[in-house]
């Protein structure tokens, strides 16, 4: 059974860190991508961040750009979702969700299995 | 990037009435689209993707069309577990862009 549990969430001040974790078990781990998606309240999901199965392509959205940076490690079956100079408008649940296509270099497809979410509350 | 835009942002039906959604990239995106359902405090769940195919497990009362720029998702007959926010999401590059949602009620 494919699963994917965030943790790391937490209320931090403006212009703080956070670095997130998304556990997962259930597949080869190397072959499938992995992407974060945040949703801020009331709001649409929105892709942040992706990183291939192999680790070698990384993505980032304009919004995040230089101040996130995502990871992964083969050898615990985790990604990671590193978090600089946070904002207010950071503020969201952040998801990690796997890409369906099996295809290690690829960082793009739709997603078939999501976390539960963890929060990230950015206030002073 | 490619905006998605969705339609209407919320809709109200009655039980067994044949509801649908439209959903507009502002590129065309061949058929790397997707449909997921979230229902309140869960995370979204996948239900169509290549615009079409329905995702093993969902209910054939759910189907999606469209190619290009315009898709749609319809629900046959509408059940009370449907009710949920239903969002679109184009995957045609690593910037996976979503829409805004159509929030299904029951009336």
């Known amino acids: 059974e494919v699963q994917l549990v965030e943790s790391g969430g937490d209320l931090v001040q403006p212009g703080g860190s956070l670095r997130l974790s998304c556990a997962a078990s259930g597949f080869i781990f190397r072959n499938y991508a992995i992407s974060w998606v945040r949703q801020a309240p009331g709001k649409g999901p929105e892709w942040v961040a992706g990183i291939s199965g192999s680790g070698g392509a990384t993505y980032y959205a304009d919004s995040v750009k230089g101040r996130f940076t995502v990871s992964r490690d083969h050898s615990g079956n985790t990604v990671y979702l590193r978090m600089n100079s946070l904002r207010a408008e950071d503020t969201a649940i952040y998801y990690c969700?796997?890409?369906?296509?099996?295809?290690?270099?690829?960082?793009?497809?739709?997603?078939?299995?999501w976390g539960q979410g963890t929060l990230v509350t950015v206030s002073s | 990037d490619i905006q998605m835009t969705q339609s209407p942002s919320s809709l109200s039906a009655s039980v067994g009435d044949r509801v649908s959604f439209t959903c507009r990239a502002s590129?065309?995106?061949?058929?790397?689209l997707a449909w997921y359902q979230q229902k309140s405090g869960k995370a979204p769940k996948l239900l169509i993707f290549a615009a079409s195919t329905l995702q093993s497990g969902v209910p054939s009362r759910f189907s999606g069309n469209g190619s290009g720029t315009v898709f749609t998702l319809t629900i046959s007959s509408l059940q009370p577990e449907d009710v949920a926010t239903y969002y679109c999401?184009?995957?045609?590059?690593?910037?996976?862009?979503f829409g805004q949602g159509t929030t299904l009620e029951i009336k």
């Open positions: 999401q184009n995957y045609n590059s690593a910037f996976g862009s």
């Open positions: 590129l065309g995106i061949s058929k790397y």
């Open positions: 969700a796997k890409v369906s296509v099996l295809a290690p270099e690829r960082v793009s497809g739709y997603f078939d299995f």
